[in-house]
T-cell receptor
Framework: DTEVTQTPKHLVMGMTNKKSLKCEQH?????MYWYKQKAKKPPELMFV???????INESVPSRFSPECPNSSLLNLHLHALQPEDSALYLC??????????FGPGTRLTVT | GQQVMQIPQYQHVQEGEDFTTYCNSS?????IQWYKQRPGGHPVFLIQ???SGEVKKQKRLTFQFGEAKKNSSLHITATQTTDVGTYFC?????????????WGAGTKLIIKP
């Protein structure tokens, strides 16, 4: 099974809302990633979890809060977002430093 | 820090013509990975090249890793509509033992109607 699942597929939220994005993988991968992707751009790394510990935070604003409840799950909690945060949010996983497997993404619109 | 440059940004081809995208790294890479993202989709891993001068083929796709392990190319022979999408190269980067990928800007393959 090489599948990474993400929910929801689409999300529209106001600037005062709180929502969460969820990601799950059952490949036994110990590294999990959150990326943000704007149109016509490559994925932009936000956070990396390695063995359930946050190892990289690419200076992401505090309105984005990651959480790794266990080795299969990754959440991204959203609060007080701005319209410029509208993007495709991708979760990925990998075996340590190998190739990355991406989920289908959550297309987020902030109104 | 490390940079990965990728050109061209777009390539328009007639169906059946060839397509090539090039990546160049500012530093020597331990490996390079290639991904394809279809319109409206997510990046999908295609291949990883590890050895200096390595050439790998997947049907009509040919991947090359330069002798100095600083550049790479992807060549598609006789493009088909199923090849449409954006092709990204990505190189590994470690900072304080933490691993991440540094991504090229991508090359979008567009088939002319």
């Amino acid at each position: 099974d090489t599948e990474v699942t993400q929910t929801p597929k689409h999300l529209v939220m106001g600037m005062t809302n709180k929502k969460s994005l969820k990601c799950e993988q059952h490949m036994g991968h110990r590294a999990m990633y959150w990326y943000k992707q704007k149109a016509k751009k490559p994925p932009e790394l936000m956070f990396v979890y390695s063995y359930e510990k946050l190892s990289i935070n690419e200076s992401v604003p505090s309105r984005f809060s990651p959480e790794c409840p266990n080795s299969s799950l990754l959440n991204l909690h959203l609060h007080a977002l701005q319209p410029e945060d509208s993007a495709l949010y991708l979760c990925a996983s990998s075996r340590n430093s190998g190739e990355q497997y991406f989920g289908p993404g959550t297309r987020l619109t902030v109104t | 820090g490390q940079q990965v440059m990728q050109i061209p940004q777009y390539q328009h081809v007639q169906e059946g013509e060839d397509f090539t995208t090039y990546c160049n790294s500012s530093t020597t890479l331990s490996n390079i990975q290639w991904y394809k993202q279809r319109p409206g989709g997510h990046p999908v891993f295609l291949i990883q090249l590890v050895k200096s001068g390595e050439v790998k083929k997947q049907k009509r796709l040919t991947f090359q890793f330069g002798e100095a392990k600083k550049n790479s190319s992807l060549h598609i022979t006789a493009t088909q509509t199923t090849d449409v999408g954006t092709y990204f190269c990505a190189g590994p980067w470690w900072e304080d033992s933490n691993y991440q990928l540094i991504w090229g800007a991508g090359t979008k393959l567009i088939i002319k109607p």
